[in-house]
């Protein structure tokens, strides 16, 4: 199997740097991934790489093959993909196949053993753009040219959110976190969503708008789109997102997955799952038995008891709200603020009952709001927050356009031109530890999709920011919100002019009729320096399909996790 990629940005100097992250490459049949990956790995391979020289649009490659192992190897192969407009034209002392999407390195016809405590090593000519040369992704007979790394360089917490439909409607598949290099940043993923039925259990089902059980476990997701590069079989028993959450876990064994359970849409039903002592036993033991035990209701020809154990790790509450309005649908009652505290504990309690099965710590996360009111009348915080182990908070949506007037969506701090400076990343996080809560605890929420609207003047300042809007602005999914990669395009495009405001931590554009606000490289690194420098332990990303097919975001917050602090 593939293991944890490296981004590493390659200097043109010769001093080796690890190669890159794993990629979807020519596929082998499971057991023999399998049987490789131990090899591999016995065997003690490992890869660098350096760029030697450059020139114009050229440079020269040179990768070496380590083998820390006590035996000769003989039998290897490398794998790896190329920057965008850069490919390989000259290989010598190795043998090359496949294109820049997914190179195959393998020894030459005559032989190349690499001996034991030694090297061998080949080079290349390629052609770049950009200056891009660096390998995207590596493995050495399917296990890590890194030599099994297994999570990000930094002690934070960096949590993703990756959604159930983000491969059919965003072409953002789990294999993309491999490729993008995102998954080798991240502490934890959580999928979103699980619904919680009218009935007050966790369930799967095809039915529209209620789930979509296909995209969870029933897709039959082809080679090109799989995390190692292997189709799923028609016959399994867990195929689509769960199977490939499955494989990358395989790769990064240190990386938690979470479900997370409700959100916007899916919440509606929380408050009468909540109810009673028994309703709250009810819903917990069904989602410990369907995401933890696995046990999925035979599907699309799939599923099966225990079909899907071991792809989950945890739990993620996503009731928006308790006590407080959100989807106008959901179930609202006042005594939804007790009944959430003892539903924490439940779900505590049997993580924990299971765990001792298991032997292991199943985690119990949420997602909270933004605002001290939604906090006084939801929640009990300081009898919920020692069930967790750390909860996210909203750190996005502050304004939007459900509003008439252009605003900052993501705000650190207010903003002295706003005529109602009621919100912020800085007052939030004091209305959480004014109530007793440690900010080791908390997660900042970013975004990765701004909000925007059309029909604003541009006010006194000339950038429309606080300004009249006649209406929501067209999104490439949605009308409203628009993923930042798409934003960054309009950027590109020289149609817009980006605005900051530093101190707040934001970043906009407009073109004299349009306004979006969003968070680009620069914007995204502050907010994460800012949350550590407060006290925050990580930083959470909804969602990480709204990044660009370079992980950019990803890695402009991953440099700010790393940065060295006084």
């Not at 927050?385 to 650190?412: A, C, K, R």
Request: with cysteine; net charge negative.
């Amino acid at each position: 199997m593939r293991a944890r990629p490296f981004r590493n940005r390659i200097a043109a100097i010769c001093a080796a740097t690890v190669l890159a992250a794993p990629l979807m490459a020519a596929p082998l049949p499971a057991a023999a991934a399998e049987a490789t990956a131990a090899e591999a790995t016995a065997a003690g391979l490992t890869v660098t790489y350096v760029e030697s020289a450059r020139w114009n649009t050229g440079y020269t490659g040179e990768i070496v093959v380590h083998n820390a192992s006590d035996a000769p190897v003989d039998d290897w192969r490398i794998e790896f993909s190329l920057p965008e407009g850069s490919r390989i034209h000259e290989l010598w002392n190795a043998t090359l196949a496949g294109d820049p999407s997914g190179y195959t390195v393998t020894p030459p016809r005559w032989g190349a053993t690499v001996p034991a405590g030694g090297t061998y090593t080949f080079g290349f000519n390629g052609v770049h753009r950009d200056g891009a040369t660096e390998p995207l992704a590596c493995t050495v007979n399917g296990a890590s040219c890194s030599g099994g790394g297994t999570g990000p360089g930094h002690d934070h917490i960096s949590v993703a959110y990756y959604t159930q439909w983000g491969a059919a409607e965003r072409d953002y598949h789990v294999a993309d976190l491999v490729e993008t290099g995102s998954a080798e940043k991240l502490t934890h993923i959580q999928y979103a969503f699980g619904n919680v039925g009218a009935d007050g259990e966790c369930f799967m089902t095809d039915e529209e708008g209620q789930g979509d059980a296909l995209a969870d476990y029933g897709h039959t997701v082809p080679a090109g789109e799989s995390v190692d590069g292997v189709a799923d079989g028609a016959g399994q028993e867990l195929r689509g997102n769960f199977n490939q959450l499955r494989k990358l876990k395989e790769l990064y064994p240190d990386l938690t997955v979470s479900i997370s359970l409700g959100g916007w849409e899916w919440s509606r039903y929380f408050s009468d799952a909540a109810l009673t002592e028994e309703s709250r036993e009810r819903l917990v033991e069904s989602c410990v038995d369907l995401y933890l035990r696995g046990d999925l209701p035979e599907l699309n020809g799939a599923g099966g008891e225990g079909a899907a154990q071991g792809v989950f790790d945890g739990i993620d509450l996503d009731w928006e709200w308790p006590g407080t309005d959100g989807n106008p649908h959901n179930v609202v009652r006042p005594e939804d603020r007790e009944n959430f505290t003892a539903l924490v504990q439940e779900f505590r309690d049997q993580l924990d009952a299971y765990g001792d099965e298991t032997d292991r710590h199943y985690e119990l996360t949420a997602f909270m709001p933004a605002g001290g009111w939604r906090l006084d009348t939801g929640y009990e915080l300081d009898e919920v927050m020692p069930n967790f182990d750390f909860i996210t908070v909203q750190g996005y949506d502050y304004h939007g356009t459900w509003e008439s007037v252009t605003n900052h969506q993501s705000n650190l701090v207010t903003d002295a031109r706003d005529p109602e400076p009621v919100i912020s990343a800085e007052l939030i996080r004091d209305a959480y530890v004014s109530r007793g809560v440690d900010p080791a605890k908390l997660v900042l929420g970013i975004p990765f999709y701004g909000q925007g609207w059309t029909g604003v003047e541009p006010g006194p300042e000339g950038d429309g920011l606080f300004q009249a809007a006649a209406g929501p602005a067209q999104g490439t999914y949605s009308t409203g919100t628009e993923e930042w990669r798409f934003l960054k395009e309009k950027v590109a495009s020289g149609e817009f002019q980006v605005f900051r405001n530093d101190e707040a931590g934001t970043a906009w554009i407009y073109d004299g009729e349009t306004l979006w606000n969003y968070d680009d490289e620069a914007a995204v690194a502050q907010k994460t320096t800012w949350a550590l420098d407060n006290g925050y332990s990580g930083i959470m990303i909804w969602s990480i399909d709204g990044d660009d097919a370079d992980g950019s975001l990803m890695g402009s917050i991953d440099r700010a996790l790393r940065a060295d602090r006084p």
